[in-house]
């Protein structure tokens, strides 16, 4: 009896000790992004190679998305609306919701399945394979050639298709008001842009830039640290992608407190 | 034999993961210029001895002093300018499938020599493929090339730095007797070539008569025997590197 209290309470232990042991792990990884972003040597050719990846490769399935995003959520707003005989604020409303929220939450959670599974894999199979080993020991730095790349490649972009998803999710919207209620796109675009203020715009931007953060950083720790061969590689993947969004969440709800609060004054 | 210049000195060298000993005092000497082959059952301990020595891992206790210097007391900068000198030929390869050939050889040049130009870039490149009899893969991708290709280009790439160390993990792993012989032939030939030190990683004996000076055999975490080919295997006493010695083709 003894002896299964001991065991229990060291299993107990153990599991705390890997989640303290995990997160200082994390802190470090994200630590030694910005210790090693700044310092030269730049590796440029390989950022700008990541950025046209995760942007340009990207591109078909945020306009799909976002495309569908705007037309199913015009749709599903409309009969409230139209209950109060309120549906000529169809564009203020659709405008509102996709800029502040739909538009950079839809966008992340798609990178996050698309590029941080996509990086976890890479960067895993890499680990696994050697291939970080072998640039170890030829005197390169493998963290800053595949991290602060990936890093600063996902959080440039993901702003950028961000108002990309803005955009095609606005003309998704359009066609729906326009073959139901016979808006014109200038009048469409004209209620737009008077109920978007430039704080809405910002404040997506800047989350943006986390959640793109978020995305790049956690799928490269989470290849980074896979093991276990194959089987690694697909766990590294999985945890990228459900990490990411978890966190693309918490972070999504922070920075509603933090710009209500900006609201408010 | 002792006169000559020890390149790499290793000292009651320590090893442990979690509760699994793995180097357990092992005790080294590598000489300028010399094929020395590290033998042992897989599991042994023999490729966590190299990585030690590239920085790759740290030991426990103990020393592993290369040019004189104790690597797991070197800075980042320091390691590096250690790591210039030690080529580390990996056993599956490692060549980064994302690049070509060319691009593999060129990753390591242009990142640790500045200022080379694009004409002498593509001249080093070209003079370590046709070293490595292989000029016509440059601009293929790993995933196209065999097995005993991967090797090749493997060893080029940690050529190109003109390592003063070669160290070969597991060089003739997973490849057919023929290939075998090639991948020894040109371990040889880069002694030759570059006069290049080696420690060669393996438990295929044949390799180890083909390319090894001396032999030196793990066992239970400590090198059980040390010295040339005839003098450790035909008649060894030890039951252990009897058997690893009879059940090899070698004696058949």
């Given at each position: ?34 210790q ?38 015009t ?36 990178a ?58 606005l ?53 980074y ?41 | 034999?002792d ?27 590598l ?37 004189g ?57 070209e003079?370590?493929?046709d ?7 440059i ?70 008569k ?21 003098e ?21």
């Amino acid at each position: 009896m003894a002896g299964q209290t001991t065991t229990r309470k060291h299993v107990f232990s153990k599991k705390i000790d890997a989640f303290f042991k995990g997160l200082a792990d994390a802190w470090k990884f994200v630590k030694r992004f910005f210790q090693e972003v700044f310092v030269p040597p730049y590796e440029f050719k390989e950022v700008i190679h990541q950025c046209y990846r995760i942007g340009v490769e990207s591109l078909p399935l945020i306009s799909l998305t976002g495309f569908i995003v705007g037309i199913v959520f015009t749709n599903q707003s409309r009969p409230s609306l139209s209950e109060f005989g309120a549906t000529s604020w169809l564009p203020s409303l659709i405008a509102i919701a996709i800029v502040r929220a739909m538009g950079p939450l839809v966008t992340a959670l798609i990178a996050a399945g698309k590029v941080g599974s996509g990086i976890g894999a890479e960067i895993g199979s890499m680990k696994v394979t050697e291939q970080i080993d072998a640039m170890e020991v030829s005197a390169t730095n493998p963290y800053k050639f595949l991290v602060v790349t990936r890093v600063l490649a996902t959080t440039f972009m993901i702003p950028v298709l961000v108002m990309y998803t803005d955009f095609v999710a606005l003309m998704g919207a359009f066609i729906n008001v326009n073959a139901n209620e016979l808006v014109s796109i200038s009048t469409f675009f004209a209620q737009v842009f008077s109920s978007v203020t430039f704080l809405d715009i910002f404040s997506s931007i800047i989350k943006s830039l986390f959640f793109g953060f978020t995305i790049g950083m956690v799928g490269c720790y989470k290849g980074y640290n896979s093991s276990k061969g194959t089987e690694g590689v697909g766990r590294a993947a999985n945890a990228a992608v459900v990490v990411s969004m978890f966190l693309i969440f918490i972070e999504e709800l922070l920075s509603l407190q933090i710009i209500n609060l900006f609201r408010m004054k | 034999m002792d006169n000559r210049e020890k390149v790499v000195v290793v000292r009651d060298l320590y090893k442990a993961f979690g509760e699994l000993e793995v180097l357990k005092g092992v005790d080294m000497d590598l000489y300028r210029e010399e094929n020395l082959v590290v033998l042992g059952r897989s599991g042994t301990g023999k490729s966590v001895l190299i990585k030690i020595m590239v920085g790759l891992l740290q030991q426990d206790s103990g020393s592993m002093e290369v040019f004189g210097k104790e690597i797991s007391r070197l800075g980042v900068r320091e390691l590096n300018e250690m790591r210039l000198k030690i080529g580390f030929s990996f056993q599956n390869s490692a060549l980064y499938d994302s690049m070509t050939v060319r691009e593999n050889m060129e990753f390591p040049l242009v990142r640790n020599i500045k200022n080379l130009t694009k004409k002498e870039i593509s001249f080093r490149i070209e003079e370590l493929l046709d070293a490595v009899g292989l000029p016509q893969t440059i601009n293929q991708m790993p995933s196209e090339l065999s097995g005993g290709q991967k090797k090749r280009i493997g060893v080029a790439r940690t050529l190109v730095l003109n390592p003063e160390i070669m160290l070969y993990d597991e060089p003739t792993a997973g490849l057919d007797p023929i290939t075998c012989v090639e991948i020894n032939n040109l371990i040889n030939e880069v002694r030759e070539r570059y006069k290049t030190t080696s420690i060669v990683i393996t438990h295929d004996l044949s390799c180890a008569k083909q390319t090894g000076d001396r032999m030196a055999v793990l066992l239970e975490g400590q090198f059980g025997a040390l010295g040339t080919f005839e003098e450790v295997f035909p008649h060894a006493e030890d039951q252990r590197i009897k058997s690893f010695y009879d059940y090899n083709f070698i004696n058949s």
